[in-house]
Nanobody, 122 residues
Framework: QVQLVESGGGLVQAGGSLRLSCAASGRTSSSDTMAWFRQAPAKEREFVAA???????YYSDSVKGRFTISRDNAKNTMYLRMNSLKPEDTAVYYC????????????????WGQGTQVTVSS
């Protein structure tokens, strides 16, 4: 089993920045992809970004150029730096892992954190 704990969410004005962290523990594997998803009220959970074990990173079109994903395998921690935040970025952000490929499909990831709320005011 893998446990994931997100932190770093909060309230920020439009144009501001936040950095989310996801700490992993348990039977972690540096060979697994780590990803961020988000879910806004009354919407489906959607892919945000992923960091493949090879070093490759992937982003949704809506955050490309504004968000940066990174991971520190020595610390079993993943980060999401979010710049130029917009009100439409408001959501609960979840980290996920447990899949060795790359996918935007949430069904392929085995482990999820509880989420951290990000609220962007206009």
């Amino acid at each position: 089993q893998v446990q994931l704990v997100e932190s770093g969410g909060g309230l920020v004005q439009a144009g501001g920045s936040l950095r989310l962290s996801c700490a992993a523990s348990g039977r972690t594997s540096s060979s697994d992809t780590m990803a961020w998803f988000r879910q806004a009220p009354a919407k489906e959970r959607e892919f945000v970004a992923a960091a493949h074990w090879s070093g490759a990173t992937y982003y949704s079109d809506s955050v490309k150029g504004r968000f940066t994903i990174s991971r520190d395998n020595a610390k079993n921690t993943m980060y999401l730096r979010m710049n130029s935040l917009k009100p439409e970025d408001t959501a609960v952000y979840y980290c996920a892992t447990g899949y060795r490929g790359y996918s935007t499909s949430r069904s392929l990831y085995d482990y999820w954190g509880q989420g951290t709320q990000v609220t962007v005011s206009s």
